[in-house]
């Protein structure tokens, strides 16, 4: 399944990668705090590496993105100041093993895109200098321009919480629609900034922020490459209220009717809100 999904490059109706859903699939969601679950998923990709993981990158990005999810687990979400002294033991220890599976297999696991995908998560939850991280970035785009989460995963690195700001995020965008505009036009700027929203919370198109005009571009552009998708109209609506373009937001939610994704509006609350103030 893996070999098709990288061979095809398929995405799901909204223009994402099915390959990164694929490697999400190896490991449980980092809500699940049972030990034993975890383990038996480690012995499960163990033995595949075993059978499969001298000619598959598959195993070999699987377990390592495995490593990094229970390093993330045993870490917890919060800030750094709420990680226990044995929540850093485990993340450190996740992350490291993880590195060790990426780098000792990269002759054969490098293949795969998500592979630098991965060890970007691994770079982010370790601290590389921005030099060393740059030089991952570009390995990556350099190998496959398309896969959106080397771009969603360097908007991260750059937030405030990690080893940037709102400048360096604004910068990054910038360089990576000049670099990609003749293929992508401003689909870039609108996933990116999609991505990194919370960086910029209701200050998002205020002046000297994100351009209301270039990512209406970019959203319209998503529509007509992925005409089947809820999930990017939806969003578009739901960026269309918060920049405050009801004429916008009134055809988009006209689209939309009874097809609502609440995970794109973050609650249902906002989308009742933004139907609101569109009809008033």
Known sequence: MADELRQHKSRFSDGRWKLTAFYDGMHPDTAVQQAEEWKRYELQLRRWIESDGSTSPTPHVALAS????????????????????????????????????????????????????????????????????????????????????????????YKSRWYGDREKIKRFVDDAVARTYKVEGYTLYSRIYWSASREFGGEMFAPGNVDWVKMKLGFEFMNKEYPNSTWNLNAFAYFSCLAGDKATAQRLLREIGNDIAVGAWSSGQVYADCLRWSTS
């Open 66 to 157: 495995y490593y990094v999810g229970r390093a993330w687990r045993d870490r917890g979400s919060g800030y750094t100041r709420s990680v226990t002294p044995e929540g850093w033991r485990g993340f450190a220890q996740g992350l490291a093993l993880a590195e060790a599976e990426l780098k000792g297999s990269a002759s054969v696991s490098q293949r795969c895109p998500h592979w630098f995908n991965v060890m970007q998560t691994v770079a982010l939850g370790q601290g590389w200098p921005e030099p060393d991280y740059e030089k991952l970035f570009e390995s990556a785009v350099a190998r496959e321009p398309s896969y959106y989460f080397y771009y969603f995963s360097k908007a991260n690195f």
